[in-house]
């Protein structure tokens, strides 16, 4: 499957983004969808996740009640909503789709997109 991202850009602080995650593909709705980022100087990290249904959702501690994670799977999409937004979450954001169970590993997921900028400035 290949994925593109997209929906990045530079906000305030408190503003909000929306990131979609288009995949092409048409077993799209058998995968467990993922969003991470990277900060400069920072390893990757996991901000939130989506099963195969959309059913079930996880998110890290520091994006619970700002960010909501979405997928159709009808379009084959994945979409990230980000509220709130703080500088901490500048990061380039990745979206990524992986075949077992819901998960915050990263190398649980296979597929991987190109990456979308995120700048909050404070």
């Known amino acids: 499957v290949q994925l593109q991202a997209s929906g990045g850009g530079l906000v305030q602080a408190g503003g909000s983004l929306r990131l979609s995650c288009a995949a092409s593909?048409?077993?799209?709705?058998?995968?467990?969808m993922g969003w991470f980022r990277q900060a400069p100087g920072k390893e990757r990290e996991f901000v939130a996740a989506?099963?195969?249904?959309?059913?079930?959702?996880y998110y890290t501690d520091s994006v619970k009640g700002r960010f909501t994670i979405s997928r159709d799977n009808a379009k084959n999409t994945v979409d990230l909503q980000m509220n709130s937004l703080k500088p901490e979450d500048t990061a380039v954001y990745y979206c990524?789709?992986?075949?077992?169970?819901?998960?915050?590993?990263?190398?649980?997921?296979?597929?991987w997109g190109q990456g979308t900028q995120v700048t909050v400035s404070s």
């Open positions: 989506i099963s195969w249904t959309g059913g079930s959702t």
């Open positions: 990524a789709a992986g075949t077992l169970a819901i998960t915050y590993r990263a190398n649980q997921y296979h597929y």
């Open positions: 593909g048409r077993t799209f709705s058998s995968y467990v």
